[in-house]
């Protein structure tokens, strides 16, 4: 190997890992984005219920 | 980071005694000194976490000595493909230099090991944080081995009389100096708000379910 080349390979290393570090903190973000759409879908299922329960309570406030 | 690479490879001068291998100093020492900073981040943090006892501290100086051991890793490899350029040999165990790297990559390395061997919590964040305390005494050892011993290849680039080397060098230098610097500083806010945020969905997880 001649000496540009081990500067190209320093370089081109440096460039690899920085660009895998930013894939896995990518890959990480995908996961915290997909993670919270799920809770998020969670709340609501959660909150439906109990909304509609204060509706019936609001419209007859006696049956329930 | 652009403007770094363009300074270190096509306006930085060649070096009359080592060529143009002396270009990968641009990159290899910066990226060394921002390794020696998380090391040290990572201690501060540590310290601050005995001396207050708040455990947001405990996630900072992990992803600091996280960020640390990347960068040692970095230093490493650039490091002996340097030495494979200029000395011939990828690495030298009679260089004190190099063998100090190495063992204070290896002690923090271990952190990890000590850290993933305990369950989170309270124990957990303390015997990280002493283990990390004692790693940053080698900080200096190894920042200095280069000056002490009397019989070595290594160069020294910054002696008493200044950094000895022409003003676009040194310009170059500085400039991926806070390149490195910055980009280690991004990667540690993100890496940080990352595991915040994934710490917070696991307890709102708990907390719904």
Redesign the interface.
């Known amino acids: 190997?001649t000496?540009?080349q081990?500067?190209a390979?320093?370089?081109g290393?440096?460039f690899v890992?920085?660009l895998a570090?930013v894939a896995i903190?990518a890959a990480?973000?995908a996961r915290?984005q997909h993670?919270?759409t799920e809770?998020l879908e969670?709340?609501r299922r959660?909150e439906q219920p109990a909304r509609s329960r204060e509706a019936v309570i609001r419209e007859a406030p006696g049956e329930v | 980071m652009g403007l770094a690479i363009l300074l270190a490879l096509f306006v930085a001068p060649e070096d009359a005694d080592q060529g143009v291998s002396q270009r990968i100093f641009y990159i290899h020492v910066p990226i060394a000194l921002t390794a020696y900073f998380c090391f040290g981040l990572g201690a501060w943090k540590a310290l601050l976490l005995l001396w207050r006892g708040d455990e947001r501290y405990d996630l900072e100086s992990y992803v600091a000595i996280h960020h640390g051991t990347i960068f040692g890793v970095l230093t490493l490899v650039t490091g002996s493909l340097w030495a494979k350029a200029s000395w011939g040999v990828w690495w030298l165990w009679s260089e004190n230099q190099l063998v100090l790297f190495l063992v204070l990559f290896l002690f923090y390395c271990a952190y990890f090991m000590l850290r993933f061997s305990l369950e989170e919590g309270p124990r957990r964040a303390r015997s990280s944080a002493v283990y990390a305390l004692f790693g940053v005494a080698l900080i200096p050892v190894s920042f200095l081995a280069i000056r002490l011993a009397e019989d070595f290849i290594h160069p020294t680039v910054f002696t008493r009389d200044g950094p000895q080397m022409t003003a676009t060098m040194f310009t170059a230098f500085c400039v991926t100096w806070a390149a490195v610097t910055l980009l280690a500083y991004v990667l540690y806010r993100v890496e940080l708000a990352g595991k915040r945020l994934d710490a917070d969905l696991r307890e709102l997880r708990e907390a719904l379910q």
């Open positions: 190997m000496q540009g081990y500067v390979a320093v370089y290393v440096v890992v920085v570090y903190i990480k973000l915290l993670e919270t809770l969670l709340a959660r």
